[in-house]
């Protein structure tokens, strides 16, 4: 309300709501994208969603049960589902990076060890690169000997989590390091598969380790070497089409009794754009990103006062720990209003000339590193006909 200068807020409810300030608090990652394939509404057998998961027990035992999708949810589900399967069939289309989590049970004085150290963790958590308390490597790849940086490569491994991406401070801006890593950690996955053609179909190729989020994962491939887990490669046999019995590949139809599907989000700006927000002016957002997003520091939008984004398009939250993100933002937004009701000062908005020269910014970060390189959620590149664009 541009005379009044509030913000209303209705609902398909009928609820009605005003207030000075709108924050959109509607997360990254929180419109779910199925899979844009024929025939996915005929299935007749069970079908369901990473993003959706029941709450009571599934049982899959003694069913033959097909997985679309191998990014970060994918992964958790092949380790789970395929303890307790009929057959699985995981249908991948691009391999995704993982790293062993190698997560450990927490005793008492591990815990008490943390909580003593709450507020140094949290400063250096704020004060990283990425929003997290592991060192990050201060040394470049080929300043150090072969067998030296093949050595902390494998303590890395051994230490496990995202420890690989912080051996070295190039691994993101130098594409030979970033190759030798990539090769390591393909070396590790044909360690683990025992049969070289699926070990061969499992090694990501294509795309630089790392310009996606690197995935983590408890015995993902050693799931492979089970006789009941079943890869299939896409790019060598492809999906046809969705029947009610199961998936037609290239060469044949795959039966299944079930179908679990964790094919990702319209992340950044789908939770958005889900429904009409109006600025300035009757301005429609979805008509002021349709050739791609654009905000000033991923928190506003120029032609949008006192609208403020939580982990928004543009901003750090898809390259970074999200909680350590949302915090910063949180605070941002929170000490802006309280300078504002401080002063007497109605509205906030960036100009339309900050606005583009934040984008400037993003995408001149972008041109000198490798994250833009690869399809991700962060790029737009997993939408059809969504405007590629770092953090888009």
């Known amino acids: 309300d541009d005379a009044r200068r509030l913000w209303v807020v209705t609902t398909d409810r009928g609820d009605h709501f005003e207030a000075t300030y709108c924050i959109m608090a509607t997360g990254p990652l929180s419109i779910p994208k199925d899979p844009e394939i024929a025939g996915l509404e005929t299935f007749a057998?069970?079908?369901?969603?990473?993003?959706?998961?029941?709450?009571?027990?599934?049982?899959?035992s003694n069913r033959r049960v097909g997985l679309i999708g191998t990014g970060s949810s994918g992964i958790q589900i092949v380790t789970e589902v395929g303890k307790a399967v009929g057959d699985?069939?995981?249908?991948?289309?691009?391999?995704?990076?993982?790293?062993?989590?190698?997560?450990?049970?927490?005793?008492?004085d591990d815990m008490q060890e943390i909580k003593d150290?709450?507020?140094?963790?949290?400063?250096?958590?704020?004060?990283?690169?990425?929003?997290?308390?592991?060192?990050?490597?201060?040394?470049?790849?080929?300043?150090?000997?072969?067998?030296?940086?093949?050595?902390?490569?494998e303590d890395a491994w051994k230490n496990g989590g995202h420890a690989v991406l912080?051996?070295?401070?190039?691994?993101?801006?130098?594409?030979?390091?970033?190759?030798?890593?990539?090769?390591?950690?393909?070396?590790?996955?044909?360690?683990?598969?025992?049969?070289?053609?699926?070990?061969?179909?499992?090694?990501?190729?294509?795309?630089?380790?790392?310009?996606?989020?690197?995935?983590?994962?408890?015995?993902?491939?050693e799931q492979f070497n089970k006789p009941n887990v079943h890869l299939v490669d896409l790019f060598e046999d492809p999906i046809k089409a969705i029947t009610p019995t199961g998936v037609t590949l290239q060469s044949g139809e795959v039966p299944l009794d079930a179908l679990?599907?964790?094919?990702?989000?319209?992340?950044?700006?789908?939770?958005?754009?889900?429904?009409e927000v109006l600025?300035?002016?009757g301005q429609d957002l979805r008509e002021k990103w349709q050739y791609g997003a654009q905000s000033w520091l991923g928190l506003m939008l120029a032609g949008f006062p006192n609208l403020f984004m939580v982990c928004g398009a543009n901003g750090p939250?898809?390259?970074?720990?999200?909680?350590?993100?949302?915090?910063?933002?949180?605070?941002?937004?929170?000490?802006?209003?309280?300078?504002?009701?401080?002063?007497?000062?109605?509205?906030?908005?960036?100009?339309?000339?900050?606005?583009?020269?934040?984008?400037g910014i993003v995408a001149d970060l972008a041109e000198k590193t490798m994250l833009s390189k690869a399809n991700t959620w962060y790029t737009g590149g997993n939408v059809e006909g969504k405007t590629r664009g770092l953090t888009r």
């Not at 179909?201 to 993902?220: H, M, S, V």
Request: a negative charge.
């Open 45 to 60: 057998g069970d079908i369901y969603r990473a993003q959706k998961w029941p709450h009571q027990e599934v049982d899959f």
């Open 88 to 108: 699985l069939y995981v249908f991948q289309r691009t391999p995704s990076f993982t790293m062993p989590m190698r997560n450990a049970k927490l005793g008492p």
């Open 117 to 153: 150290h709450y507020p140094s963790l949290r400063a250096a958590a704020r004060a990283s690169a990425l929003g997290g308390v592991r060192p990050a490597g201060n040394r470049a790849f080929f300043s150090l000997p072969k067998q030296q940086r093949l050595a902390l490569l």
């Open 166 to 221: 912080g051996t070295f401070s190039d691994l993101l801006v130098n594409p030979d390091a970033n190759e030798q890593v990539a090769d390591f950690v393909r070396d590790k996955i044909g360690e683990v598969v025992t049969d070289p053609k699926t070990a061969e179909a499992l090694k990501p190729r294509g795309y630089p380790i790392f310009a996606r989020r690197p995935c983590l994962d408890t015995e993902y491939y």
């Open 260 to 275: 679990i599907l964790a094919t990702g989000y319209d992340g950044l700006t789908g939770a958005l754009m889900a429904f």
């Open 279 to 281: 600025g300035r002016d």
């Open 317 to 359: 939250a898809a390259l970074a720990n999200i909680i350590s993100i949302d915090e910063q933002n949180v605070d941002w937004i929170t000490a802006l209003m309280t300078h504002m009701e401080e002063n007497g000062l109605a509205t906030v908005e960036p100009t339309l000339d900050g606005e583009e020269r934040w984008m």
